[in-house]
């Protein structure tokens, strides 16, 4: 059998994307990261991160306030929990700002026109009670916003696109935290599904206790219908006498 010559695009499969590659790293160093092979709009990038970076400066004010005028019986562990939420946010913003500098842009972090840049909103709270549910919609609001915005970038800025995926996750986690507060606080569920699971979980006491209460009534050997004999007494019940045998130390006994 003759053997076939060699492919030389089969031996060296890669050779040519890697020497077209370094070839294009030397090329446009200006750029910095933002490669040939990046497929976003860089331009729209920065912009669309500007405005995420307000965001989580707005948010890293609002926790920040709390955490120090928040008043009440129970405010210090909540205080607490906004402080560090506040120290989570500050860290977003800062990746935020790294991940503008690295595609070649200028982190905005002048106060003026904050407000009008961020997607929250920024609100003190008349009490405890407003504190946590206004960081709970503020959280609400940053977990839509994140979720378009990876769906925009995908796969055209695969980095920018898993920035935001690790935000968001912590934003989910703060959104149940504040959630659980203001379940706490106002002694009711927000969520629907917490709230049917609570209602059918009172139901189904009441019906139990219901159902204890009439069988305690119709029975006439039930606890709460006959008095009940001292112990090592004898009881008589129909043809049958027997002893009750004392219990031994300890058994039954509650301390």
């Given at each position: 059998m003759t053997k076939a010559a060699p492919n030389s695009d089969h031996d060296h499969p890669f050779l040519t994307d890697v020497l077209t590659l370094r070839d294009r790293a030397r090329t446009h160093l200006e750029t910095g990261n933002?490669?040939?092979?990046?497929?976003?709009?860089?331009?729209?990038a920065i912009a669309i991160l500007q405005s995420v970076l307000a965001t989580e400066i707005v948010c890293v004010l609002r926790y920040t306030m709390h955490a120090i005028t928040a008043t009440g019986i129970s405010s210090e562990s909540v205080k607490a929990e906004f402080a560090q939420h506040a120290q989570d946010e500050q860290a977003h913003a800062i990746a935020v700002a790294e991940r503008i500098n690295q595609l070649g842009g200028m982190p905005n972090l002048s106060p003026d026109g904050l407000l009008t840049r961020s997607a929250s909103q920024y609100t003190q709270g008349g009490n405890l009670i407003d504190m946590i549910r206004e960081n709970y919609i503020a959280e609400r609001i940053a977990i839509d916003h994140y979720r378009e915005l990876i769906r925009y970038f995908s796969d055209d800025d695969p980095a920018t696109?898993?920035?935001?995926?690790?935000?968001?996750?912590?934003?989910?986690?703060?959104?149940?935290?504040m959630h659980d507060l203001l379940v706490a606080h106002e002694g009711r569920p927000t969520l629907p599904s917490q709230a049917r699971s609570r209602t059918h979980s009172l139901e189904g006491a009441r019906a139990r206790s219901s159902r204890a209460d009439l069988n305690r009534t119709s029975d006439p050997d039930s606890k709460s219908s006959r008095r009940t004999a001292p112990r090592g007494a004898t009881a008589s019940r129909g043809s049958r006498t027997r002893t009750k045998a004392p219990l031994s130390p300890g058994i039954g006994q509650h301390r």
């Open positions: 933002v490669t040939q092979s990046y497929q976003g709009d860089v331009t729209r696109r898993t920035m935001l995926e690790g935000i968001l996750t912590t934003e989910e986690e703060h959104a149940n935290d």
